[in-house]
């Protein structure tokens, strides 16, 4: 089963990104999922080719602990976005961290789905997927 959004990874390590793109493929098989290890580069790709793509969702792992711009200032920048880019993408903080303040500044952020610790599981990715299609949300 494809799902009907794109993943978006968001994190500073090549391999966590290689390991959340894997898990995602044996989850739905073949997936479009594109990975950045430059949260920089990622915004410019939301705002550029994903704004692009009127009819594509996006589900977005995002880590918080990284050098170039944390997943803190990620969220600030992406809360700056245009609305119906905002609307189309969903996100999940996807960290190592196992700090409940983490968890409890994640929760209050209105753009956060969810708080997963990594490494990420096929059961994380199906969780995330269907909360998100059971509301019948866009993505």
Excluded at 80 to 109: G, H, P, Q, T, V
Aim: proline share 5%; aromatic share 8%.
């Amino acid at each position: 089963m494809k799902p009907p959004f794109q993943f978006i990874l968001i994190d500073d390590d090549p391999m966590n990104n290689l390991i959340c793109k894997l898990t995602i493929e044996m989850t739905f098989g073949q997936s479009d999922v594109k990975a950045f290890v430059n949260p920089e580069v990622a915004l410019n790709y939301i705002q550029t080719d994903f704004a692009n793509l009127p009819d594509t969702t996006g589900l977005l792992l995002l880590d918080i602990n990284m050098p170039i711009m944390s997943g803190w200032e990620f969220l600030e920048m992406f809360d700056n976005l245009r609305f119906d880019l905002k609307e189309r993408i969903k996100i999940c903080i996807l960290s190592s961290s196992i700090d409940e303040r983490d968890k409890e500044r994640s929760y209050a952020n209105k753009n956060v789905l969810d708080f997963l610790v990594k490494p990420l599981t096929d059961k994380d990715v199906q969780r995330i997927t269907s909360m998100e299609l059971k509301k019948g949300k866009s993505l």
